[in-house]
T-cell receptor
Framework: DTGVSQNPRHKITKRGQNVTFRCDPISEHNRLYWYRQTLGQGPEFLTYFQNEAQLEKSRLLSDRFSAERPKGSFSTLEIQRTEQGDSAMYLC?????????????FGPGTRLTVT | LAKTTQPISMDSYEGQEVNITCSHNNIATNDYITWYQQFPSQGPRFIIQGYKTKVTNEVASLFIPADRKSSTLSLPRVSLSDTAVYYCLVDYYNQGGKLIFGQGTELSVKP
């Protein structure tokens, strides 16, 4: 297994456009997390899935953001009507855990620039 | 209000032991504390995790006092390649499962 992969690695879009990012977790991992990281800050939790169920959403996740994980495999994060404030690195992580918090394996991230 | 706080930066020299402390005043009994390392343009990488007393692995130790309001990551004999940003993550499980990272400690190791 090559680890967590994210595509695209970079995305430049104009304000008001929709963008979609993909995350492919480590295959046997049942949990998948999305974070947003801006320069000089720690990652901010956005949402997480256990298998295909979305169990937690941060209040940071406005109604312009939506995430899915069909069949408990890969996940997509969509941002509608992008704003300049959405410019950030979007990180995906996966873990295997049946309770508590396990070791999260992070992907390389997708850097979004909104012009 | 759950918050995870750590120093912004630290300097050290090769071969020294480095201790980075994280404050998490509102932590509950079963909330885990995890430390990650991040290099530029990469995702964070797991270092160590615990929720009480002391945990040690091949790269670090994690010390958690009895009141659990803080924790200390200890890196023995750092090298230049340990120059990175170190994040403390607390899973405030008993406060709705909020995963809160600290703002990161930028460690600079000098020769």
């Amino acid at each position: 297994d090559t680890g967590v992969s994210q595509n695209p690695r970079h995305k430049i879009t104009k304000r008001g456009q929709n963008v979609t990012f993909r995350c492919d977790p480590i295959s046997e991992h049942n949990r998948l997390y999305w974070y947003r990281q801006t320069l000089g800050q720690g990652p901010e939790f956005l949402t997480y899935f256990q298998n295909e169920a979305q169990l937690e959403k941060s209040r940071l996740l406005s109604d312009r953001f939506s995430a899915e994980r069909p069949k408990g495999s890969f996940s997509t994060l969509e941002i509608q009507r992008t704003e300049q404030g959405d410019s950030a690195m979007y990180l995906c992580a996966s873990s295997f855990e049946d309770r508590g918090l396990g070791e999260q394996y992070f992907g390389p991230g997708t850097r979004l620039t909104v012009t | 209000l759950a918050k995870t706080t750590q120093p912004i930066s630290m300097d050290s020299y090769e071969g020294q032991e480095v201790n980075i402390t994280c404050s998490h005043n509102n932590i509950a009994t079963n909330d885990y504390i995890t430390w990650y390392q991040q290099f530029p343009s990469q995702g964070p990488r797991f270092i160590i995790q615990g929720y009480k007393t002391k945990v040690t692995n091949e790269v670090a130790s994690l010390f958690i006092p009895a009141d659990r309001k803080s924790s200390t990551l200890s890196l023995p004999r750092v090298s230049l390649s340990d120059t990175a940003v170190y994040y403390c993550l607390v899973d405030y499980y008993n406060q709705g499962g909020k995963l809160i990272f600290g703002q990161g400690t930028e460690l600079s190791v000098k020769p």
